[in-house]
């Protein structure tokens, strides 16, 4: 059993370290292929001002801070 365990056990090594190489490759791949996945998304699919609009009927924010806001974003 000495030589064949020898076998087996860097069969079974080899094996598993072609498949951890696997691993972070696919998983570096999906990573990159989405890379919006990666940060914050808005699920809404609201625009900036319609976000700042809605703010300021609620209330969160004054006029001068929903005002400065359409001009930050060029109206």
């Known amino acids: 059993m000495g030589w ?3 076998i087996l ?5 080899i094996a598993l370290l072609i498949g951890l190489v696997l ?7 999906q990573m990159s292929a989405n890379p919006t996945r990666l940060g914050p998304q808005s699920s809404t699919g609201q625009s900036a001002r319609d976000i700042a609009q ?14 400065q806001i359409l001009s930050d ?3």
């Open 54 to 67: 809605a703010r300021y009927a609620k209330g969160e924010i004054s006029r001068e801070e929903y005002q």
């Open 23 to 29: 691993l972070i490759v696919w998983a570096v791949r």
């Open 73 to 75: 974003l060029g109206r």
């Open 4 to 6: 064949i365990g020898m």
């Open 9 to 13: 056990g860097s069969i079974i090594s």
